[in-house]
């Protein structure tokens, strides 16, 4: 069984359709990369996934029970199991690194704070910030501020991370830092769905890549499929102006 099911997932701003009868199924483990254009609903797949934006029609279902997205039980109980890492940190500029970190675990989860600080000093650790507890975000490069951004979704202990365009805001020296971070999480076996523009990067990394378009998945398939044998013209048409550049 999936860990992860999308069933024709749609939705809309208001009377705008963005997502269209999207069907993915994630299973444990996979690393799931989004590419296509611009306004394409990658983005606005993972905000439905998280419960930010509404769900038109379709269904999500997680381990093969249905996500009721009007229900603040589920939708808690939801979040308990998936975490997102979005473009911009937004990082509480007030607190310190380890604040920031441990603030969701201790005040929403109620958990004990030397546990939870244990838990963030080892999560650090892992994104090579060790030595940043104290520092405030705006001693922090982006990549850095970026990386802490990552360990405090994990603090939440997510069975599924979704990553939306992390690299996007950061300049491309610090690109690499967050890959690096990223690639780590990978080899663990965290199971991800990341959208990115970073086309080498999702091509390493990923088990399987989704083509989107218009709101509407248009083909799925392995990183060699997607990149070196598309079936899709719509594919065809973006992997080779994105590997012309």
Do not use: W
């Not at 483990?29 to 509404?54: A, D, N, Q, Y």
């Not at 939708?75 to 509480?92: C, E, G, S, T």
């Not at 939306?164 to 965290?190: C, F, Y």
């Amino acid at each position: 069984m999936p860990l992860l099911e999308a069933e024709n997932l749609s939705s809309a701003y208001g009377r705008v359709p963005v997502l269209s009868k999207v069907n993915l199924s994630v299973n444990k483990g996979e690393v799931i990369s989004l590419i296509g254009p611009s306004g394409s609903g990658k983005s606005t797949f993972l905000r439905v996934l998280m419960g930010l934006l509404p769900p038109t029609a379709g269904e999500v279902r997680i381990d093969g029970g249905r996500i009721d997205y009007r229900s603040r039980a589920q939708l808690r109980a939801m979040r308990d199991r998936m975490a997102i890492v979005f473009q911009q940190y937004n990082l509480f500029q007030n607190m310190d690194v380890l604040r920031n970190v441990t603030i969701a675990p201790i005040k929403i989860k109620k958990r004990p704070r030397a546990d939870v600080e244990r838990e963030a000093t080892a999560l650090l650790l892992k994104v090579g910030l060790a030595e940043k507890h104290h520092a405030y975000p705006d001693e922090l490069s982006g990549g850095q501020q970026q990386r802490v951004a990552i360990a405090r979704a994990l603090a939440l202990k997510p069975e599924i991370l979704l990553l939306d365009e992390v690299t996007a805001a950061l300049d491309p020296e610090l690109v690499t830092e967050v890959l690096d971070t990223i690639r780590s999480l990978a080899s663990e076996g965290i199971t991800m769905l990341i959208v990115s523009h970073e086309m080498a990067f999702v091509r390493e990394v990923s088990t399987r890549v989704v083509m989107m378009d218009k709101g509407q998945v248009v083909e799925i398939g392995s990183p060699a499929e997607i990149f070196g044998s598309p079936k899709e013209a719509r594919t065809r048409e973006f992997v080779g102006k994105i590997l012309r550049h």
